[in-house]
């Protein structure tokens, strides 16, 4: 996939689907509660919602509906283990996003 810079040098247009969707998936990330999740899933590999509701002392509703946040733009994933559901970044979504926002050639 190329960048958007990239796109746009070779045809002159810039593609507002792929930049609507790097904006949005920026703007999730951007919250300093989701971005500390991101952080702290991305230093330990995964997390479970308990880990980081104790880690950041918040409500376990609270870190719930950001998880889900990330979840639905495919920042992050997650896995069952029993009763126990882990979440791990999704690291090819971030890879594309930062490859597609590249302003490099």
Do not use: F
Not at 61 to 76: P, Q, R
């Amino acid at each position: 996939m190329k960048n958007l810079k990239s796109a746009y040098e070779e045809d002159n247009k810039i593609d507002y689907n792929q930049l609507e969707d790097a904006a949005n998936r920026l703007k999730i990330m951007a919250h300093p509660i989701r971005l500390a999740i991101l952080i702290m899933i991305t230093s330990k590999k995964e997390m479970t919602v308990t880990e980081i509701y104790e880690a950041l002392s918040l409500h376990q509703a609270a870190v719930s509906n950001h998880l889900k946040m990330l979840k639905i733009h495919d920042i992050l994933c997650s896995r069952r283990d029993g009763k126990n559901t882990y979440y791990y970044a999704n690291i090819e979504s971030l890879k594309e996003l930062y490859r597609l926002l590249s302003l490099s050639d």
